[in-house]
């Protein structure tokens, strides 16, 4: 079967399905001998979304692409929250995220009063809102995009488990509609980093790299987040979601 002719499953579809099961989930690496299963949707049209000159999402590009839709995944919020730092109580390395939309169908033009969606795991491997995590709402955030198409969120730099390399997950959408599922990677170096330091040394180092991965596995270059700084001091991260809005 070719990327084309995968279905992917809509966020809101997605979560009557896991919120019947969650309440048998037991989330974390360190509780379970695998972690939550994800199956890749995406469409065909692969490529970094960028203006042209600049980088984005790691890659430096001339040409104006929508970034791959993926998988709803592991789990989608069960409520919204509109904020920018989505910490809660949780421990780990300081991460800014910042992430420009644009429109791909206008020469990848700033996408400006957007809703951008994300969710991670936290240093453990766990979720919020889901298993044993069910009243927590840790490490998930919605913001609108400004003029420039961007958001900002302060988070920790996510954890790992079982199966599936170091990400994030990203909605975008307008109006209630969904324009774009997707999830960011992060450099297999960077997370080596990481993980050998803090909160997230007792685990050590994911043993899934990105190019071992199922969903980033065959479209890396363009989901994979640009990441400077150190454990120290905390990272930046910057990445383009591209869409046809």
């Not at 969606?117 to 069910?134: K, M, P, R």
């Not at 994030?168 to 170096?189: C, M, N, Y």
């Amino acid at each position: 079967m070719t990327r084309n002719d995968e279905k992917k499953i809509g966020r809101r579809e997605a979560l009557a399905l896991l919120g019947a099961t969650s309440a048998a989930l037991t989330l974390g690496c360190g509780a379970t001998p695998t972690g939550p299963t994800e199956t890749t949707a995406t469409t065909g049209t692969t490529g970094t979304a960028s203006l042209p000159g600049t980088t984005a999402g790691g890659a430096t590009s001339a040409a104006c692409a929508a970034t791959p839709n993926e998988t709803v995944g592991p789990y989608p919020s069960l409520v919204d929250l509109f904020r920018s730092d989505i910490r809660e109580d949780r421990t780990g390395t300081r991460l800014d995220l910042t992430i420009t939309v644009v429109n791909t169908a206008n020469g990848c033009s700033p996408l400006d009063g957007v809703s951008v969606e994300i969710w991670q795991c936290d240093a453990s491997g766990n979720y919020s809102q889901y298993g044993s995590q069910t009243t927590r709402t840790y490490l998930r955030g919605i913001q609108t995009t400004d003029a420039n198409g961007r958001v900002t969120f302060t988070t920790i730099y996510p954890g790992w488990y079982q199966g599936r390399a170091t990400h994030i997950h990203v909605e975008v959408t307008r109006a209630g509609r969904s324009l774009k599922v997707t999830q960011i990677a992060f450099p297999d170096a960077i997370n080596a980093e990481v993980y050998g330091s803090g909160v997230y040394a007792s685990r050590g180092s994911n043993p899934t790299t990105n190019l071992r991965d199922g969903i980033f596995a065959d479209s890396l270059n363009s989901e994979l987040a640009s990441v400077s700084d150190n454990p120290s001091s905390g990272y930046t991260a910057t990445f383009t979601v591209g869409l046809a809005a």
